[in-house]
Every structure is written in C-alpha cells, then in structure tokens.
C-alpha cells in the first residue's frame, strides 16, 4: 500500500498531464475535472508509484537543480532517458553509475520541476 505521495502543480495540468504519461511514462489513474475545465485533481501512476497533478494557476519561480527533486526508480535508465529526452524533457544530469550500483539521471519537466531516476530500490 503506498503511503507518500507526491504532488505537483502545473499552469496547464492536462497538458503536463499528456506531457508526464509521453515522457516519464506515468500512466492516468484518476482525473477530476473542475467545472471550468482545469484539472482539480489527477492521480498518475507508474510501476507501484503514484503522484498527484493539479492546477497552479500562477507561474512560480523554477526551482534550483539542487533544491528538491522525486526519486523514481524505473528498469532501464538509458531507454527512460532516451524517452524524456525525445519528449522534450532537459536532461540535467545524464545516465551515470553509483558507487551504490545504481544506474541514474535527473531531468526537468516542463514546469521546472526536478525528477532523479534510477535503477536504486531501497
């Protein structure tokens, strides 16, 4: 049973929504709708993981690099870069070994949030 989740906010939820599932590879659990369109409320999964998505109807500034980011872990860092990165995701740090045995990379998604995946399961 999950018991943390994430949750992260976007100017225009449905399209960081369609954006999230193309590059990261979240697929949509739930979506509730406001009666003025927006998203009020989203669940995306992927694996055993879980994020909520919303609206954030003001811009904020972008994070640092450094300031916080998500830990996904996911099987194949190379082929789950490659993807982000044809969807436009910037890759921060490129795949790189630990000296922990996982395989790693960190990018950003199109609001600025930072996201780490790698092949590390705790």
């Given at each position: 049973m999950?018991?943390i989740?994430?949750?992260?906010?976007?100017?225009?939820?449905?399209?960081?929504?369609?954006?999230?599932?193309?590059?990261f590879?979240?697929?949509?659990?739930?979506?509730?709708?406001?009666?003025d369109?927006?998203?009020?409320?989203?669940?995306?999964?992927l694996?055993?993981?879980?994020i909520?998505?919303g609206?954030?109807?003001?811009p904020?500034?972008?994070?640092?690099d450094e300031d916080?980011?998500?830990?996904?872990?996911v099987d194949?860092?190379d082929?789950?870069?490659?993807?982000?990165?044809?969807?436009g995701?910037e890759?921060?740090?490129?795949?790189?070994?630990?000296?922990?045995?996982?395989?790693?990379?960190?990018?950003?998604?199109?609001?600025g949030?930072?996201?780490?995946?790698?092949?590390?399961?705790?």
């Amino acid at each position: 049973m999950r018991t943390i989740y994430p949750i992260f906010r976007y100017p225009d939820a449905s399209s960081a929504i369609d954006w999230l599932c193309a590059a990261f590879g979240f697929t949509v659990h739930a979506r509730h709708d406001a009666p003025d369109g927006s998203v009020a409320h989203a669940e995306l999964t992927l694996d055993t993981g879980m994020i909520m998505v919303g609206e954030l109807p003001d811009p904020r500034p972008r994070p640092g690099d450094e300031d916080w980011s998500v830990y996904v872990a996911v099987d194949d860092i190379d082929a789950h870069c490659a993807r982000a990165r044809s969807a436009g995701a910037e890759i921060v740090r490129e795949p790189f070994d630990t000296d922990y045995g996982s395989r790693d990379y960190t990018a950003r998604d199109l609001a600025g949030n930072v996201w780490s995946f790698g092949t590390y399961r705790p």
